[in-house]
């Protein structure tokens, strides 16, 4: 079980470790939870940040802007899919895990931790305290997704 302290907002800044493009060693970097979000999504400038180039986001986004994101207030967004290598998230493995890039703006929550994600964790908020309890409730890997735009008989788990 994880405890994590709850920020001056009562969000909870949850580690990710994710592969940087060229080096061997997973990053520490931190989304926010989000239970209302249904998928992960992650900041262009973070994946910059990560050496995952333009070119290399422009050219491994499944089919261009696939998903419209609800976003509070603004209504539908576009939103780009990547797939990252290798990432970990509190002690469990996502290998090939797609992550969404928002669209760039000037608010603080582009890099968001959604159900896609959190729903094979059990976590508990503790207001009082300040603190979120978050407990993994499945095997050490996250199974991989199906992309909204694919078929069953077209993922090829191998590649």
Known sequence: MEIIA???????????YIKPKEKHIPRR?????????????????????????????KSNSTNGPIKEISSAGRGYELAYCVILPYSTILGKVL??????????????????????????????????????????INDPYINFPMLPHQKIDELDINN
Do not use: H, Q
């Not at 709850?6 to 990710?16: E, Y």
């Open 95 to 136: 290998n090939n895990w797609p992550f969404y890039i928002r669209p760039e703006d000037d608010r603080d929550y582009r890099n968001l931790l959604g159900v896609d994600i959190l729903s094979n964790f059990k976590f508990t908020f503790c207001y009082n305290t300040g603190y979120v309890n978050i407990e993994a």
């Open 29 to 57: 970097t931190y989304f926010k939870l989000d239970t209302g979000a249904s998928i992960t999504t992650i900041s262009k400038n973070m994946l910059n940040s990560l050496g995952y180039c333009d070119d290399w986001i």
């Open 6 to 16: 709850l920020d001056n907002k009562g969000l909870a800044n949850i580690p990710i």
